[in-house]
């Protein structure tokens, strides 16, 4: 059973501190994407990683992939309140979704 | 489009009730995906079109949902008898091809059973 896993799935944090979101998930996908969902919203693309070693970054952003490991990663640098929302990662396999993680930023 | 638009946004349909479903996906997008999602959960899997066809209906729940797309373009997603456990937001998605490129969400349609 293909399985997609992220932690933790709740993240309490302050701003201006770094943390990062793990994805790790049990297909030999070769495609990795992370999504942003705000409240009461839809999913928003965030990143698309091509191929193992890939690194994205926008903004306070940055995700990588490792597809040796089955794992991603989705950095966030000195974190600010408007990035507050719940984070998706995905796998090319039936564009699978992971269960989420919802990172709240406290000023 | 310039977007994926479901219709409609919100509907409130009584126990028993048939409904239906509409997804029109970005223009020249021929893979179309339905998730659900429930309150404060992760996007369920439900199916996923490549044109008309669908290759994996795996993920629809019971035999009360189909979901056919024709013309390689619009999608309904049908549940027919609706419980109470349907209550959902149901997320259509669309991409260029396969499932090798990126998709792109509706706003989905916020299905109330009562």
């Known amino acids: 059973e293909l399985k997609v896993e992220q932690n933790p799935l709740f993240l309490s944090m302050q701003e201006g501190k770094n943390y990062t979101i793990y994805c790790n998930y049990s297909t030999t996908s070769d495609r990795l994407y992370w999504y942003r969902q705000d409240p009461g919203k839809s999913l928003e693309s965030l990143f698309v990683l091509l191929s193992n070693g890939a690194v994205k970054q926008e903004g306070r952003l940055m995700a990588s992939l490792d597809t040796k490991a089955r794992l991603s990663t989705l950095h966030i640098t000195a974190a600010v309140h408007d990035l507050s929302a719940t984070y998706f990662c995905?796998?090319?396999?039936?564009?699978?979704f992971g269960t989420g993680t919802r990172l709240t930023i406290i000023p | 489009g310039a977007g994926v638009s479901q219709s409609p946004s919100n509907k409130v349909t009584e126990k028993g009730k048939d409904v239906e479903l509409r997804c029109d996906p970005i223009?020249?997008?021929?893979?179309l995906y339905w998730y659900r999602q429930s309150l404060g959960q992760g996007l369920e899997f439900l199916i996923y079109f490549q044109g008309n066809s669908a290759p994996d209906k795996s993920g629809l729940p019971s035999d009360r949902f189909s979901a056919e797309r024709t013309g390689g373009s619009v999608s309904t997603l049908t549940i027919q008898r609706t419980q109470q456990e349907d209550s959902a937001v149901y997320l259509c998605?669309?991409?260029?091809?396969?499932?090798?490129?990126?998709?792109?969400f509706g706003q989905g349609t916020r299905l109330t059973v009562v």
């Open positions: 223009s020249g997008h021929t893979a």
């Open positions: 995905a796998v090319r396999e039936k564009l699978t």
């Open positions: 998605a669309s991409s260029l091809a396969g499932m090798n490129t990126e998709a792109f």
